[in-house]
C-alpha cells in the first residue's frame, strides 16, 4: 500500500516570506501525487497534482511541488505566503483499490500559520 | 455550475440513532467516495463506488451503510452500531472533487 509523511504537523512563516511543506511517500511504483488545502470547517480544495508528466508542478494560488524520485518527496513550496495561506495542507497519494479504482491515501497535514 | 453538494452542513444525532448525509453530485463522474475526519488522522476512507448499484467498504467501514442507486447520489448512513461517530464526513467523486463536508455530532 501507499502512504505519505507528512514532516511537520505546524509551520509558521511571517507574511511576504517563503513556504515549504514537506512531504515523503511510499510507493512501490509510480504514484499520482496531490496536494490539498483546507480552511476551517470547509471540504478540500485541489492545489495542484503530479501524474508522472513534469516533475515540477505549478499549482494554484502560486504553489508550486517538486517530484523528486531520488528522495521520495513532494514538498509544496510558495515564493511568498499571505495572510489567506493560512490553513490545513494535506499531501496525499493515489492508491489502487481491491475491484479497481482509485482511493486518496492522506497524511495527517501540516497546520500553516502566516504572521504579519 | 458543477459540483458534489453535502447536506446538511452540521448534523446533531442523539445516542442510538441513525443518521443519514446526503451527497449529490452533477459532475457525472463514475466513482464516489466517502472520508470521515478526525483531527490529526488525516481523512480515511469509509465506503466508495464504482458504478450504480455496487459499492465496497473501505478501511473504517464498521457502523456505517451506503446506498448508490443513481449515479449522481451516494448517501451515508452513520448507524447506532457507529461507536464513535463525531466528526467531520467528506464526499468525494473520482479526480478528487470534495464537497464541502457535513460536521456530525452525537449529543
Known amino acids: 500500500a501507499q502512504s505519505v509523511t507528512q514532516l511537520d504537523s505546524h509551520v509558521s512563516v511571517s507574511e511576504g516570506t517563503p513556504v515549504l511543506l514537506r512531504c515523503n511517500y511510499s510507493?512501490?511504483?509510480?504514484?499520482?501525487l496531490f496536494w490539498y488545502v483546507q480552511h476551517p470547517n470547509k471540504g478540500l480544495q485541489l492545489l495542484l497534482k503530479?501524474?508522472?508528466?513534469?516533475?515540477l508542478v505549478k499549482g494554484i494560488n502560486g504553489f508550486e511541488a517538486e517530484f523528486k524520485k531520488s528522495e521520495t518527496s513532494f514538498h509544496l513550496t510558495k515564493p511568498s505566503a499571505h495572510m489567506s495561506d493560512a490553513a490545513e495542507y494535506f499531501c496525499?497519494?493515489?492508491?489502487?483499490?481491491?475491484?479497481?479504482?482509485?482511493?486518496?491515501?492522506f497524511g495527517t497535514g501540516t497546520q500553516l500559520k502566516v504572521e504579519l | 455550475d458543477g459540483g458534489i453538494t453535502q447536506s446538511p452542513k452540521y448534523l446533531f444525532r442523539k445516542e442510538g440513532q441513525n443518521v443519514t448525509l446526503s451527497c449529490e453530485q452533477n459532475?457525472?463522474?463514475?466513482?464516489m467516495y466517502w472520508y470521515r475526519q478526525d483531527p490529526g488522522q488525516g481523512l480515511r476512507l469509509i465506503y466508495y463506488?464504482?458504478?450504480?448499484?455496487?459499492?465496497q467498504k473501505g478501511d473504517i467501514a464498521e457502523g456505517y451503510s451506503v446506498s448508490r442507486e443513481k449515479k449522481e447520489s451516494f448517501p451515508l448512513t452513520v448507524t447506532s452500531a457507529q461507536k464513535n461517530p463525531t466528526a467531520f464526513y467528506l464526499c468525494?467523486?473520482?479526480?478528487?472533487?470534495f464537497g464541502q463536508g457535513t460536521r456530525l455530532t452525537v449529543v
Open positions: 459532475l457525472n463522474h463514475d466513482a
Open positions: 510507493s512501490s511504483y509510480s504514484p499520482s
Open positions: 496525499v497519494v493515489s492508491d489502487i483499490l481491491t475491484g479497481g479504482g482509485n482511493k486518496l491515501t
Open positions: 468525494a467523486t473520482s479526480r478528487g472533487f
Open positions: 503530479y501524474t508522472s508528466a513534469a516533475t
Open positions: 463506488s464504482q458504478i450504480v448499484n455496487d459499492f
